[in-house]
């Protein structure tokens, strides 16, 4: 048993002796309809946009609004901002706008948000963080107060699918004035709630807003103040949880879930998630690690690694083990003719000894979160004769490295911002981006035809081209997906969904 599983089965063990400690503190914020929630990241910034982790997505999701609103029981697309909309030609949609809608400042919603907000983001010199959820805009036209047409730079098939997710709107007058700095600092949007405090790096205060439209999509808010504290320690998390200082906490270990589950007054609730887990490798001009420019030692990383007994002992039900670089259910996901790599030990060093390593070698390995399994995949490299030296970091450090071409091994997650289409996940990382450590023209250009291709056919057969080419030539370490493991005080109310968006204004005390 692990130093960190020894201190956490002490911890259970004081807490089920003391489980009327756990009682009165959820009581209390049952009492004040308070949720307090405790996340392992910090965002990079509060504004949608120029964020690229999950607890962003979820503030964002919290505090703003879209266009259009997929429904996360039927996926059926529904207006939020946008009463209804048409398809005017293949580049063309029009949307007609909710009226009488007021974002938290006070500022009344209208076509200029969405003009400004559309045409602000899509232009590269504002450097939106994830360019992938913008870079189809081609701009926003106003037709009258509460009618926009957007257009697309190419067919876009997808585009309702991102103004459903990612694509936020912003109130023209307050972002044109304070800029992202501004709104990061102090965040203003249409949605359920709306932000009341903010500790950069340490904790954000969500209230509920009284004046949230009633035709919205999104449910009348129940819970009245919501309490986000960025703890990334894990046995900190487990404490809060097992006191009584935290009502919900999220991608709890699968060990630790399972211990949990003897704990009277905690529910837990797990479930499949969009997100995927895989390695990539650097074989970039000055690659800090040039054995990686060696399809052989690609190929043996990828035979080192059992993946089959990963998601069987360290990841937990709902994991399931992908062959490509992409979502099973996103629209042009496949594994069918791409190469898959079986756990092969004695391959893998056969391989390495082929491409002249016969003693092995050593590289640094970079991560983020479910330190577990980072350092699974330490053991199964070591096993084979790769010495990895680990370098644990928040998100916006390890994305610093590898868009500054520091990396050389990356254990990486990636949900696709909840959009269920491939041109959300593989592009991100193989289509000359700034995560792209590979930058296979061939690659690019199937995954941009696969984008902006009119029928579905073509599309599919692009991306299952392209995601081909990365398998067969070993660009990555596709792994398996990831579950979520929840932990909650047992009287709170609330769904996990596969999209791993925590919908407050969804939540009630029971």
């Known amino acids: ?9 002490l911890l259970l063990a004081t807490s089920a002796m003391t489980a009327t400690a756990i009682t009165t503190p959820a009581l209390a914020q049952k009492a004040a309809n308070t949720v307090r929630f405790a996340y392992d990241q910090a965002p990079e910034s509060v504004d949608p946009f120029f964020n690229n982790v999950r607890i962003g997505v979820i503030i964002g999701a919290n505090v703003w609004d879209t266009l259009v609103y997929r429904d996360p029981d039927t996926n059926e697309y529904k207006g939020q901002l946008a009463k209804s909309w048409k398809q005017v030609d293949d580049k063309t949609i029009e949307f007609e706008l909710r009226q009488g809608v007021k974002f938290h400042n006070g500022e009344e919603f209208d076509a200029d948000d ?20 913008v870079n189809w805009i081609d701009k926003a036209e106003k037709v009258d107060k509460y009618k926009v047409r ?25 972002y044109e004035k304070v800029g992202p700095k501004g709104q990061n600092e102090k965040p203003v949007g249409s949605g359920p709630y709306k932000v009341s405090a903010y500790v950069p790096g340490k904790s954000i205060t969500l209230e509920l807003n009284k004046d949230y439209f009633k035709d919205s999509p999104k449910p009348q808010p129940k819970i009245g ?18 006191s009584g200082g935290t009502d919900l906490i999220m991608s709890v270990p699968k060990d630790q879930a399972e211990q949990l589950k003897t704990v009277p007054m905690l529910q837990v609730v797990s479930g499949e998630t969009m997100r995927i887990v895989f390695m990539q490798m650097n074989i970039l001009d000055n690659t800090p690690a040039p054995a990686l420019k060696d399809e052989r030692v690609r190929k043996a990383i990828n035979h080192a690694i059992d993946r089959e007994a990963m998601v069987k002992n360290i990841v937990g039900d709902g994991s399931r083990v992908i062959n490509t670089i992409c979502f099973h259910s996103q629209f042009g996901c496949t594994e069918e003719g791409a190469t898959k790599y079986n756990y092969d030990p004695a391959k893998a060093k056969a391989l390495l000894a082929e491409a002249g ?22 053991g199964y490299l070591q096993a084979v004769g790769i010495k990895t ?36 996940n593989t592009p991100n990382y193989f289509a000359f981006r700034a995560e792209d450590l590979t930058r296979d023209p061939q690659v690019r250009d199937l995954l941009e035809k696969g984008n902006n291709s009119v029928q579905p056919e073509a599309r599919k057969a692009a991306y299952k081209d ?24 047992k009287d709170l109310d609330f769904k996990a969904y596969p999209d791993e968006m925590v919908r407050f204004w969804a939540m009630s005390w029971k």
């Open 114 to 133: 969405v003009v400004y907000t559309l045409n602000f983001i899509s232009k590269p010199e504002n450097k939106v963080v994830t360019q992938g959820n």
């Open 225 to 242: 103040k919501v309490e986000i504290r960025f703890i990334p320690d894990r046995q900190t998390q487990m404490a809060e949880v097992l």
């Open 466 to 489: 392209a995601l081909k080419i990365i398998a067969d030539k070993a660009y990555a370490v596709p792994l398996y997906s990831l579950p979520a493991y929840y932990v909650a005080s």
């Open 357 to 378: 390593f016969p003693n092995g070698l050593t590289m640094d390995i970079v991560g983020y979160r479910e330190r577990n399994q980072t350092e699974a995949l330490i």
């Open 389 to 424: 030296n680990l370098r644990f970091l928040q998100y916006a450090a390890m994305r610093e490295l590898i868009t500054t071409n520091k990396a050389m091994l990356t254990h990486q997650t990636w949900g696709s911002f909840s959009v269920n289409d491939v041109s959300a």
């Open 150 to 174: 957007v257009v697309t730079k190419e067919i876009f098939p997808a585009a309702i699918e991102y103004l459903a997710g990612p694509v936020v709107i912003h109130p023209n007058e307050y």
């Open 1 to 9: 048993m692990s130093v960190m599983n020894k201190a956490f089965a």
